[in-house]
DNA sequence: TCAAAAGTGTTGGAAGTACACCCATGT
DNA sequence: ACATGGGTGTACTTCCAACACTTTTGA
């Protein structure tokens, strides 16, 4: 970073790959995600994801949620930078750079999207052409979603804060459209110290009441090694209980 | 990225950090980087990552390649994007926002580089305090080789083409800083399917001559999901063989 | 009492770990 | 011959997948 780069005509931008579970045709969850409609040059009238520059006074990850909540009026449980797209070719006209997060978000937080003309939810799988280098942007959320899937804890941020083990078991067969079976995926829940009973069952369901679960605290979701502090899981905001610094940006 | 981002302000650059395996005080092989001391303010005089900006017809790696070559004049074997920052206070004048690559070279490579008073290799585990965030930068990309070396087959990007298993398990441990069991890791990497023998042994060790290997064609080193075509190890530079399309960057 | 989901127990195989032991070479 | 690293064999453990089986509820 020696010289002063003057960098014209670059143009730096944050997007975000916004994953939801929701019931998909055959009434099954699966994964799920906004696109907001173009409403100018290029690809106008084209979905792509939801977007914008990154302001002078705002870190990156900042720029990402302002956004989100500005276009889609979302507030992600989970947010991390997934990559940054630079090639020359990817607008037509002029030269963008952008760095792009990918996001987990709650059901109920879901429902609550504007669902305009110009937003809609769209099957992870089944994406029309979107606009620029979108399509391939998705694929690589995706994978890194389902990758993550397997070795770290983040199937909470599609919950909220107690679940029974059906339905984490359930996030995780959505994400990765497999089915898995309920007494090895109990016993490694529980080996891994990631969540614990919180003593309550749940009623009036047609069968035997499940336990609850909730995530134990102290443990860490995603490891990004040092830069695990960038890695902000949204405290469960009950009504009642004050948010405990919800972003500290310190660097370990 | 609906709005034509003016991002007036914000400065684009590409830095790189360079991983080299160098034997250390005790003789021993270890990580090493090369670092640029700073010739402007601000950090005048400090040690930072080799980077500069981007220019308007490049993309992002292409960047950081022409980069490292001009500054270092060294070509990786091994080349991928580590992370974005664009913290508002990194820089303390100006609004600077940094896409790090991480690099691998070989040893021969690594003592190609011209050690003039400003550019100059350290052990990547005691450095001094750097410019910027770099430190924090290359904690985190240090964090990724080893997290990357347990699961990913990228050791060999610091061997030549042919190398012994015993060097190949040098490389670990060295990355990895604890002892492996030579029995063991050779039965890993030979099931593996990731390497296959040339036939050849290495003559005139003072002990039973080992065999040498080579890397199989056609195994993946390092799955990056829809992005793999963008990793690209350099084809082995025989001075006899030409070289076979070294960057493709076509998405897929 | 029956269906269905919750939850427990048991088994077999794959993969990792530790370590004993043989092989081939230069000195 | 012997020291040393190259290479093989083997027992032990740990983890994971499969699946039989018991428990608890509503209907």
Same mark, same amino acid.
């Given at each position: 970073?020696?010289? *002063? *780069?003057?960098?014209?005509? !670059?143009?730096?931008?944050?997007?975000?790959?916004?994953?939801?579970?929701?019931?998909?045709?055959?009434?099954?969850?699966?994964?799920?995600?906004?696109?907001?409609?173009? !409403?100018?040059?290029?690809?106008?009238?084209?979905?792509?994801?939801?977007?914008?520059?990154?302001?002078?006074?705002?870190?990156?990850?900042?720029?990402?949620?302002?956004?989100?909540?500005?276009?889609?009026?979302?507030?992600?449980?989970?947010? =991390?930078?997934?990559?940054?797209?630079?090639?020359? /070719?990817?607008?037509? /006209?002029?030269?963008?750079?952008? !760095?792009?997060?990918?996001?987990?978000?709650?059901?109920?937080?879901?429902?609550?999207?504007?669902?305009? =003309?110009?937003?809609?939810?769209?099957?992870?799988?089944?994406?029309?052409?979107?606009?620029? &280098?979108?399509?391939? %942007?998705?694929?690589?959320?995706?994978?890194?979603?389902?990758?993550?899937?397997?070795?770290?804890? %983040?199937?909470?941020?599609?919950?909220?804060?107690?679940?029974?083990?059906?339905?984490?078991?359930?996030?995780?067969?959505?994400?990765?459209?497999?089915?898995? &079976?309920?007494?090895?995926?109990?016993?490694?829940?529980?080996?891994?110290?990631? %969540?614990?009973?919180?003593? /309550?069952?749940?009623?009036?369901?047609?069968?035997?009441?499940?336990?609850?679960?909730?995530?134990?605290?102290?443990?860490?979701?995603?490891?990004?090694?040092?830069?695990?502090?960038?890695?902000?899981? *949204?405290?469960?905001?009950?009504?009642?209980?004050? !948010?405990?610094?919800?972003?500290?940006? &310190?660097?370990?």
């Amino acid at each position: 970073m020696p010289a *002063a *780069a003057a960098a014209a005509g !670059i143009c730096l931008a944050v997007s975000t790959v916004i994953f939801a579970l929701r019931p998909n045709a055959a009434g099954e969850p699966s994964v799920w995600l906004p696109l907001v409609r173009r !409403i100018r040059e290029p690809f106008l009238d084209r979905w792509a994801l939801p977007g914008g520059p990154v302001a002078l006074s705002e870190s990156l990850e900042a720029s990402a949620r302002r956004n989100l909540l500005e276009t889609t009026s979302l507030q992600p449980t989970y947010l =991390e930078q997934l990559y940054a797209f630079g090639d020359v /070719d990817r607008s037509p /006209d002029s030269r963008f750079v952008s !760095i792009v997060y990918w996001a987990l978000v709650r059901p109920e937080e879901a429902e609550r999207v504007s669902l305009g =003309e110009n937003v809609r939810w769209f099957p992870a799988d089944e994406l029309p052409d979107l606009a620029f &280098d979108h399509n391939l %942007i998705v694929e690589y959320a995706l994978w890194r979603l389902r990758t993550k899937m397997e070795y770290s804890r %983040i199937a909470h941020a599609f919950l909220g804060e107690q679940f029974t083990l059906a339905e984490l078991r359930g996030v995780h067969e959505a994400v990765l459209r497999k089915p898995l &079976d309920p007494a090895n995926f109990r016993r490694q829940m529980e080996s891994s110290g990631a %969540i614990e009973p919180t003593g /309550d069952v749940v009623v009036g369901g047609r069968h035997r009441p499940p336990k609850l679960y909730r995530y134990a605290g102290g443990v860490e979701l995603a490891d990004a090694g040092p830069l695990t502090a960038r890695v902000v899981v *949204a405290a469960a905001q009950h009504p009642s209980t004050p !948010i405990a610094a919800p972003t500290q940006e &310190d660097h370990r």
